[in-house]
T-cell receptor, first 114, second 111 residues
Framework: GENVEQHPSTLSVQEGDSAVIKCTYSDSASNYFPWYKQELGKGPQLIIDIRSNVGEKKDQRIAVTLNKTAKHFSLHITETQPEDSAVYFCAASIGSGGSYIPTFGRGTSLIVHP | EAGVTQSPTHLIKTRGQQATLRCSPISGHTSVYWYQQALGLGLQFLLWYDEGEERNRGNFPPRFSGRQFPNYSSELNVNALELEDSALYLC??????????FGPGTRLLVL
C-alpha cells in the first residue's frame, strides 16, 4: 500500500519567514495530493491540492510543488503569520475511481513566533 | 452551506462500554469516511461508506463498525471500549471520489 513520509515533525519560524514542509510517497499510481491545516480543537481543513498533471500550484501565500519522478511534494508558505500556526498534513491518493482512501503523513506542527 | 457536522463533541466512557458517534455530511455528498486521530499518530483510516454500503475498512478490529443511512448520515460504533481507543474521531464527506471535507471531530475518552 501507499506510504507517506512527512518532514519535519515540528517547524518553528519567525513571523515573515517562509516555511517549507516536505512529503514523499511510495506508490507511483498516486495522482492526487491534498494538504490540510488542523488548528487546535478543530478538524483538518483543505488548504490546497495538486494533481499529478501539474508541477506547481499557488494560492496567495501558499504554494505546492510536485516532483513525480522523485515522488515527493512540498508545501511552501511565504510571509508567515501567527495565524498560520497549526498542524499541517499532507496526503496522497489515487484520486479518480476505485477506493479513494488518501494516506496521510504524520503531520508537521508549525509554530510562527510574532 | 453547512459543513460536515459531528456529535457529540466530547464523549466519556469506561472500558468495556460501547460508544456511538454520529456524522452528517455536506449536503449532496454521498461518501462518508471515518478516521481515528490518536495523539501523535496522524490520521488512521477506519471506514468508508458510499451510497449506504461499506466500501472499505482500515486495519482496525471488528469491534469498530458503522453504517450509513438513506440520508447519507453515518454512525460509527465502537464496542468493548479499550483505553487505547481514546482519540479524536473525525468524519469526512465527499462527492464520489473527490476531495474530502472534514468535520470538527468527536473526542472520545475511555477511562
Amino acid at each position: 500500500g501507499e506510504n507517506v513520509e512527512q518532514h519535519p515533525s515540528t517547524l518553528s519560524v519567525q513571523e515573515g519567514d517562509s516555511a517549507v514542509i516536505k512529503c514523499t510517497y511510495s506508490d507511483s499510481a498516486s495522482n492526487y495530493f491534498p494538504w490540510y491545516k488542523q488548528e487546535l480543537g478543530k478538524g483538518p481543513q483543505l488548504i490546497i491540492d495538486i494533481r499529478s498533471n501539474v508541477g506547481e500550484k499557488k494560492d496567495q501565500r501558499i504554494a505546492v510543488t510536485l516532483n513525480k519522478t522523485a515522488k515527493h511534494f512540498s508545501l511552501h508558505i511565504t510571509e508567515t503569520q501567527p495565524e498560520d500556526s497549526a498542524v499541517y498534513f499532507c496526503a496522497a491518493s489515487i484520486g479518480s475511481g476505485g477506493s479513494y482512501i488518501p494516506t496521510f503523513g504524520r503531520g508537521t506542527s508549525l509554530i510562527v513566533h510574532p | 452551506e453547512a459543513g460536515v457536522t459531528q456529535s457529540p463533541t466530547h464523549l466519556i466512557k469506561t472500558r468495556g462500554q460501547q460508544a456511538t458517534l454520529r456524522c452528517s455530511p455536506i449536503s449532496g455528498h454521498t461518501s462518508v469516511y471515518w478516521y481515528q486521530q490518536a495523539l501523535g499518530l496522524g490520521l488512521q483510516f477506519l471506514l468508508w461508506y458510499d451510497e449506504g454500503e461499506e466500501r472499505n475498512r482500515g486495519n482496525f478490529p471488528p469491534r469498530f463498525s458503522g453504517r450509513q443511512f438513506p440520508n447519507y448520515s453515518s454512525e460509527l460504533n465502537v464496542n468493548a471500549l479499550e483505553l487505547e481507543d481514546s482519540a479524536l474521531y473525525l468524519c469526512a464527506s465527499s462527492l464520489a471520489s473527490s476531495t474530502q471535507y472534514f468535520g470538527p471531530g468527536t473526542r472520545l475518552l475511555v477511562l
